[in-house]
């Protein structure tokens, strides 16, 4: 039979996969499976509308095919469409997660970034740093101006006659930012420092002698 036949359905067992309907013609209620719908995947709903047609199953009695809801016939395409609409959703939504956890990353590595050792020195103690690298070795210039003023000393020359101009500005470019006892070499570089380079603290005293318990002790 091709009729397209109304009723309702008024029991389903979910697990077994079957139920009945109940004719809108008020003739006998008749059985329907699961596998008798067009849509596979669709779960039947107890009280809907279900549309069928009569067939026959393997015991030869009558069972409802080709079935299909009229809620389902309606409303399909708007199920589709909300399906859509979530993926959509959960997209934009799984893009914006990523687009937060980069940002995260990013300022996290910036943090660390600033936190490690070579960067925690201070601006000064670098330039410091710098600055005594590339200077002459003190103990060598003094021991050059040493030699210097005994080679002229021999001669009997008098002081007057040394032109001292030049090892001034020597001097003065071997000065840094230096000016404590833990920061000296020897006793010689912290009497240099005392007697050219202004601002120095090593000689708490001021008798003249810098570094007396670390260098210059007696």
């Given at each position: 039979?091709?009729t397209?036949l109304?009723g309702?359905l008024?029991?389903w ?6 139920g009945?309907?109940?004719p809108?013609?008020g003739s ?8 008798d ?10 009280g ?9 199953g393997r015991d ?8 299909y809801?009229e809620r389902?016939?309606l409303?399909?395409i ?5 399906q ?17 956890l980069?940002?995260?990353f990013?300022?996290f ?7 490690k ?5 201070p601006r000064?103690e ?7 690298t590339?200077t002459?070795?003190?103990?060598e ?33 071997s000065?840094d ?5 833990s920061?000296?070499r020897?006793c010689?570089?912290?009497k240099y420092?005392?007697n ?8 708490g005293?001021r ?8 260098w210059c002790?007696?």
């Amino acid at each position: 039979m091709n009729t397209l036949l109304k009723g309702r359905l008024f029991k389903w067992d979910s697990q077994k996969g079957f139920g009945f309907i109940k004719p809108e013609d008020g003739s006998e209620n008749i059985f329907i499976h699961i596998s008798d719908f067009k849509d596979k995947s669709y779960r039947p709903i107890i009280g809907e509308v279900i549309i069928y047609k009569i067939g026959k199953g393997r015991d030869n009695r009558k069972k409802a095919v080709d079935a299909y809801s009229e809620r389902k016939k309606l409303h399909h395409i708007g199920n589709i469409n909300i399906q859509k609409n979530k993926i959509k959703r959960n997209s934009f939504g799984r893009k914006v997660i990523l687009l937060v956890l980069l940002g995260i990353f990013i300022l996290f590595s910036g943090v660390l970034q600033r936190f490690k050792p070579e960067n925690n020195v201070p601006r000064m103690e670098q330039k410091i740093y710098k600055d005594t690298t590339d200077t002459k070795d003190i103990d060598e210039f003094l021991k050059e101006q040493d030699k210097f003023i005994a080679e002229h000393t021999v001669k009997k020359t008098t002081v007057k006659h040394i032109k001292r101009e030049p090892i001034r500005k020597e001097i003065k470019r071997s000065c840094d930012r230096r000016q404590y006892c833990s920061q000296m070499r020897s006793c010689a570089e912290a009497k240099y420092f005392l007697n050219h380079c202004p601002g120095v603290k090593m000689d708490g005293d001021r008798d003249g002698i810098p570094c007396e318990s670390q260098w210059c002790g007696h």
